[in-house]
């Protein structure tokens, strides 16, 4: 595995957004006129989750998500000399949303931006990424750059909703993390693996170049088990997608663990990409990790793609004592295939509370699957 | 280390009545059959014998007998290896 180790960088606070919108098993039972579904939603795990109507934006999410922080933290936007996004939503085929996000957090023009593109792996990814920028850009200056970090999907955009394998799972979310030199930080540990040949177990195989768009595309029909999607929409083999995670996570974990010269026994916090309720409590107990020192942050939100893993973080430590040190392992998995491990020492870290997003009135969602949160 | 009963563990992960499940029962036929007991039967497999099968070893073999077969021979294999 391809091991990145990164010295005198620190996490200074994370934030995570959701929209205002639920999906419920209800809402699944009606859809697909079987009682099964509560069966389904509570082996995965997901009984409710979150879904961004039309017309909102996994930067819309992040960027709730990047204010409240930013509020929080007191940075002076100015500091900021990098913005990283990672997703597979960008607002638009081009150009790169970190671009527009440069201007819609008001940040200095003395600040670089760019996407990253991809799924279930890519937090630890981007962690990687920015925590190497602010490595070298600081050049051992405290406030000498700092990175934010922002990663979500409204990957339920990807999802037909009467494909029994992805509509009860996946929700939406956002997140920001904002990173900074710190000459007191333990080093963070990455260990980052990629086996493309997974590629067509997870995807969304329509919209690129490489299958553009037709008519024909766009046209739902009915497929394996009577699932129903288009070529536009992500196809999941979920079995698929298990023996993938069970041959590697465990792999990974252990090699993170080992570069970091960690043992499993030492670690506060086990947070893996949110990918359902059955994979995660067979990996937990593979990897033999204490049930209350392993993070499940599925119900209410769903597999929330990218941003599972930040999302998890403000459902298990928000309200926490923020000045407690915590050495954490971070892993996420899929789509790719692609997979990363992290290994944290978290300490001061501004978390604030969840942020719901309120979509504004005008993008009203489409009824039929959607209702509002009861407030 | 003992081998567990493969068609006891059938029963258990298909809510079968004890006794239920034979070396001779089709794996695809089971009523309870559907993605998410394939997943789950990938994960006891992986937890009894320590083998992460791939999901198209399972669905080539038609019977418990065929699939607990295979699972032995990979066994074999690893212990080899």
Redesign the interface.
């Known amino acids: 595995m391809a091991i990145v180790r990164v010295e005198n960088v620190r996490m200074a606070g994370l934030a995570s957004s959701v929209p205002d919108f639920v999906r419920t098993v209800d809402d699944d039972v009606e859809r697909f006129q079987s009682e099964d579904f509560r069966k389904?939603g509570e082996?995965?795990g997901v009984t409710s989750r979150r879904i961004a109507p039309e017309g909102v934006c996994s930067s819309d999410l992040c960027v709730a998500a990047a204010e409240k922080l930013l509020d929080e933290l007191k940075w002076d936007r100015d500091s900021i000399q990098a913005v990283l996004f990672v997703t597979q939503t960008p607002d638009y085929p081009a150009p790169a949303t970190a671009c527009t996000l440069q201007s819609r957090l008001g940040l200095s023009t003395n600040c670089a931006a760019m996407d990253i593109n991809l799924g279930c792996s890519g937090y630890v990814y981007g962690l990687a990424t920015a925590a190497q920028f602010v490595r070298g850009m600081a050049g051992g200056k405290e406030n000498g750059g700092r990175v934010l970090l922002l990663v979500g999907d409204t990957i339920t955009h990807f999802v037909s909703p009467d494909d029994r394998?992805t509509a009860p799972l996946f929700g939406d979310a956002g997140s920001a993390t904002a990173l900074e030199f710190s000459a007191s930080a333990e080093p963070i540990v990455f260990s980052l693996g990629t086996d493309g040949r997974g590629l067509n177990h997870l995807i969304v195989p329509a919209g690129g170049a490489r299958q553009p768009r037709t008519e024909e595309t766009g046209v739902r029909t009915s497929r394996e088990?009577g699932n129903i999607r288009s070529d536009e929409d992500m196809y999941m083999?979920?079995?698929?997608v298990?023996?993938f995670a069970?041959?590697e996570v465990p792999k990974m974990v252990r090699s993170t663990l080992a570069e970091a010269g960690w043992t499993i026994d030492e670690v506060d916090g086990v947070v893996m990409h949110q990918s359902n309720g059955?994979?995660l409590k067979?990996l937990r107990?593979?990897l033999k990790v204490d049930e209350e020192n392993f993070v499940i942050a599925l119900e209410g939100y769903g597999n929330a793609s990218c941003a599972s893993i930040p999302l998890a973080m403000t459902h298990q430590w928000s309200k926490a004592n923020s000045s407690e040190k915590r050495k954490l392992v971070l892993a996420g998995f899929g789509l790719g295939w692609s997979w990363g491990g992290a290994a944290v020492t978290c300490e001061n870290m501004v978390m604030p509370e969840l942020v719901i997003y309120e979509t504004p009135q005008c993008q009203n969602a489409d009824d039929e699957i959607v209702s509002k949160e009861a407030a | 280390m003992a081998q567990p009963d493969f068609c006891e563990l059938l029963d258990e992960l298909f809510e079968l009545d004890p006794g239920t499940a034979t070396s001779a029962t089709v794996l695809k036929e089971i009523p309870s059959w559907s993605?998410?007991t394939?997943?789950?039967l990938?994960?006891m497999i992986?937890?009894e014998y320590g083998i992460?099968?791939?999901?198209g070893v399972?669905m080539s073999s038609e019977t418990a007998g065929d699939l607990e077969q295979k699972i032995h021979e990979m066994q074999i294999a690893d212990k080899a290896a």
Request: charged share 15%; proline share 3%; glycine share 6%.
């Open positions: 389904i082996s995965i394998a088990s083999n979920g079995a698929e298990f023996s069970l041959q059955i994979m067979h107990k593979r | 993605s998410l394939f997943v789950g990938i994960a992986d937890e992460a099968l791939s999901p399972i």
